[in-house]
Structure formats: structure tokens, C-alpha cells
């Protein structure tokens, strides 16, 4: 066995389905948005307005960095921006597999909201600002990405069955 790794935008599904394969594996969950809230005792929202989003990617890139380095099986729903920095992709692809959730605008629009817990959409249209990172970071995710899943119109369960079995035939 060996990690699996979730990638994507914010709405995609991750931490959802992420954790209904743990359930269903038996294996450790990690969401490393909430690793690095425990580890700084702040909100994401509060590190990218108070040190920006570079440090913030740094924080990514040491949690990353961490998880591999304990060598655990585990599935791990990671932020979305996390595949923006190349050596976080290398990680991720040497110690395990890659699996990009994927959904459209619209899908995504409707997911998220607007709201200080997602500080790349705060204050801005929200359809916009997805339609913007999609663009800037659909390449990256694909390139990132071992497989691909197309998350919308299915059911978090239904994502987590297809995800588990591309996963067991990797």
C-alpha cells in the first residue's frame, strides 16, 4: 500500500471523500489545511492575511514534507493550491499516488462560499475568481495528477468507490 494523495480545487471534494476512503481502508486521514491550522494555532484565512501566500506555501510545503517522511500509509486531502510548487508534486508522486478531483466552474461555484475560510475567494466574485484559478492551475493538476476523476453530478461516495478502485489497480 502506499499514500494517496488528493488533489484539487477547493470544492472538489477532497477532505469529504478523503475521509470516506479512510473509513473504508482502515487507513490514517490527514487533511493538510487542518495539520497546518493545528501547527500554527491559526485559521488559513488569518496566515494569508497576516504573513501572505507564500508563507502559507511554505507551511504546505514543510507539512508535505513531514507526511512523508513518517513513511505511513494514509490518504491525504491536501489544499489546492498545493500543486503550485513543483517539488510538492514530486513528493506527492514518489510516495504514492496522485488523484486529481475534478469539477467545473459552476459545480465548484455552487460548493464553496464566500467566505474568510476560503482567502483566495473572500470579497470577490466567486465564479470569477474560480473560472481564474482553474486556468492558472488545471495544467499543474494534471500534470501532477496519476488519475483523474470528474466529481460532478456524483455522489461523495460514489467519487470515493471510483477513486479506491483506480487506486487498487495502480
Known amino acids: 500500500m502506499r499514500a494517496l494523495w488528493l488533489v484539487g480545487m477547493m470544492g ?18 490527514v487533511d493538510t489545511d487542518s495539520v497546518i491550522e493545528a501547527a500554527s494555532d491559526r485559521a488559513i484565512s488569518s496566515i494569508f492575511e497576516t504573513d501572505g501566500e507564500e508563507a502559507f506555501r511554505d507551511l504546505e510545503a514543510d507539512c508535505i514534507d513531514r507526511i512523508v517522511a513518517t513513511g505511513r500509509d494514509c490518504v491525504v486531502a491536501t489544499g489546492g ?17 496522485v488523484v486529481w478531483l475534478m469539477a467545473g466552474r459552476d459545480e465548484l461555484a455552487a460548493r464553496v ?5 476560503r482567502p483566495l475567494l473572500f470579497n470577490q466574485q466567486t ?3 474560480l473560472d481564474a484559478l482553474l486556468v492558472e492551475r488545471a495544467a499543474a493538476y494534471a500534470a501532477a495528477a496519476h488519475h483523474t476523476v470528474d466529481t460532478a453530478a456524483k455522489s461523495p461516495e ?11 489497480g495502480s
Open 113 to 117: 462560499d464566500d467566505s474568510p475560510a
Open 12 to 29: 472538489s471534494g477532497k477532505t469529504t471523500v478523503g475521509e470516506l476512503i479512510a473509513r473504508r481502508t482502515g487507513l490514517v486521514f
Open 127 to 129: 465564479a470569477q475568481r
Open 81 to 97: 493550491g498545493i500543486v503550485l510548487r513543483p517539488q510538492n508534486v514530486s513528493a506527492m508522486r514518489s510516495n504514492g499516488r
Open 158 to 168: 460514489d467519487v470515493a468507490r471510483e477513486v479506491i478502485l483506480l487506486w487498487d
